[in-house]
T-cell receptor, first 112, second 113 residues
Framework: SQQGEEDPQALSIQEGENATMNCSYKTSINNLQWYRQNSGRGLVHLILIRSNEREKHSGRLRVTLDTSKKSSSLLITASRAADTASYFC????????????FGSGTQLTVLP | EPEVTQTPSHQVTQMGQEVILRCVPISNHLYFYWYRQILGQKVEFLVSFYNNEISEKSEIFDDQFSVERPDGSNFTLKIRSTKLEDSAMYFCASNLVSYNEQFFGPGTRLTVL
């Protein structure tokens, strides 16, 4: 897979359920970030986890990072219809913190 | 809360024409970026800019592209002679420290006819 690939490509859940999205990458990184994009809109930064961190929380979001497996997961707990969006992971390769490589994204649909 | 702004929100142009996309980064930020997203595809890095010069650029950012910070607030992307394949959403981003999160603007949708 390419740098910053998410799976699943699409996820549909009921409101109140948890949503888990995964991201894999290939090169060493400084940090990994998760972004949300509503249809046709800009990218909203959700959370950043550094390469020396294993887990991070922000509100209903929980991100894990396993640098040995070059993978990360984003968990959204108690999902809401407003969480419906595309979610992307983005990595910055070690030695270059000035460009982000985005994955293809997971389209999350939360049904009311 | 401060945010990155971009104008116009939608630009339609004829193939071969020059376009300038404008961005106002967050005021105290020092690093500026342009990305693009072709419809249905990934967000792709174009260029990063710091201290009035390009820091890094991708293969996409060829001689047809240029960036400028003409004053203390604006950051522009110029495409000299647009091609059909330049049709995309163009996002500007900025941050204070290069290793921190990048804050994105709402994007400019460029349509080349």
């Amino acid at each position: 897979s390419q740098q910053g690939e998410e799976d699943p490509q699409a996820l549909s859940i009921q409101e109140g359920e948890n949503a888990t999205m995964n991201c894999s990458y290939k090169t060493s990184i400084n940090n990994l970030q998760w972004y949300r994009q509503n249809s046709g809109r800009g990218l909203v930064h959700l959370i950043l986890i550094r390469s020396n961190e294993r887990e991070k929380h922000s509100g209903r979001l929980r991100v894990t990072l396993d640098t040995s497996k070059k993978s990360s997961s984003l968990l959204i707990t108690a999902s809401r219809a407003a969480d419906t969006a595309s979610y992307f992971c983005a990595t910055d390769p070690s030695g270059s913190a000035r460009q982000l490589t985005f994955g293809s994204g997971t389209q999350l649909t939360v049904l009311p | 809360e401060p945010e990155v702004t971009q104008t116009p929100s939608h630009q339609v142009t004829q193939m071969g024409q020059e376009v300038i996309l404008r961005c106002v980064p967050i005021s105290n930020h020092l690093y500026f970026y342009w990305y693009r997203q072709i419809l249905g595809q990934k967000v792709e890095f174009l260029v990063s800019f710091y201290n009035n010069e390009i820091s890094e650029k991708s293969e996409i950012f060829d001689d047809q592209f240029s960036v400028e910070r003409p004053d203390g607030s604006n950051f522009t992307l110029k495409i000299r002679s647009t091609k059909l394949e330049d049709s995309a959403m163009y996002f500007c981003a900025s941050n204070l420290v290069s290793y921190n999160e990048q804050f994105f603007g709402p994007g400019t949708r460029l349509t080349v006819l």
